[in-house]
Antibody, heavy 120, light 111 residues
Framework: QVQLVQSGSEVKTPGASVNVSCKTSGYTFNIYALNWVRQVPGQGLEWMGWINTYTGNPTYAQGFTGRFVFSLDTSVTTAYLQISSLKAEDSAIYYC??????????????WGQGTRVIVS | QSVLTQPPSASGTPGQRVTISCSGSTSNIGRNDVNWYQQFPGTAPKLLIHSTNQRPSGVPDRFSGSKSGTSASLAISGLQSEDEADYYCAAWDDTLLGLWVFGGGTKLTVL
């Protein structure tokens, strides 16, 4: 079955960097885009952007440029989110989610289990 | 401030029918499909409704979705205690390069 399995929780100090991985399985990796979504505990979902798994081209949402980098390792069907120069306000749960369907007629499914990043 | 507008809370008693609204604009709901996600505390969001009114396999038919103009609704009939969760609407927005937009979430309480 289709699965997205993320790396474990991270505790980092301000100014450090963090790498979150999203290991995919059960489908052809380069057919479906992967999205990254942030959720501050107790708050809503915030779309960070997506990466084209065929070309490797990332697209970042407003507010997630500069310190945020999406990348891929197609040999292990894994996507990565790197956040540099961490700030306390980056403390959140980060989800990867597969994009299914065509533009405007698409949905996110499944989602990874989430990776909690604490910056303190 | 979320692009899509949902009521922060909703409630109902077991067996009741509850609806959750989601208001957007012509660049998102007005033009594209709406999806709904269900999230229990401490877990990842799970797809509940896609393509405005389609239930993925395994989702009970008590859940249904609809859309009219720039607004959408999620209806839950025969409310059960296990339906208590947060519900989020989402749609692709055609602004600029395109982006996913979400509602702020509705916490459903089963009284």
């Amino acid at each position: 079955q289709v699965q997205l399995v993320q790396s474990g929780s991270e505790v980092k100090t301000p100014g450090a960097s963090v790498n979150v991985s999203c290991k995919t399985s059960g489908y052809t990796f380069n057919i479906y885009a992967l999205n990254w979504v942030r959720q501050v505990p107790g708050q809503g979902l915030e779309w960070m952007g997506w990466i084209n798994t065929y070309t490797g081209n990332p697209t970042y949402a407003q507010g997630f440029t500069g310190r945020f980098v999406f990348s891929l390792d197609t040999s292990v069907t894994t996507a990565y989110l790197q956040i540099s120069s961490l700030k306390a306000e980056d403390s959140a749960i980060y989800y990867c989610a597969r994009d299914v369907g065509g533009s405007g007629k698409n949905w996110l499914d499944p989602w990874g289990q989430g990776t909690r990043v604490i910056v303190s | 401030q979320s692009v899509l507008t949902q009521p922060p809370s909703a409630s109902g008693t077991p067996g009741q029918r509850v609806t959750i609204s989601c208001s957007g604009s012509t660049s998102n709901i007005g033009r594209n499909d709406v999806n709904w996600y269900q999230q229990f505390p401490g877990t990842a969001p799970k797809l509940l409704i896609h393509s405005t009114n389609q239930r993925p396999s395994g989702v009970p038919d008590r859940f249904s979705g609809s859309k009219s103009g720039t607004s959408a609704s999620l209806a839950i009939s025969g409310l059960q205690s296990e339906d208590e969760a947060d519900y989020y609407c989402a749609a692709w927005d055609d602004t600029l390069l395109g982006l996913w937009v979400f509602g702020g979430g509705t916490k459903l309480t089963v009284l």
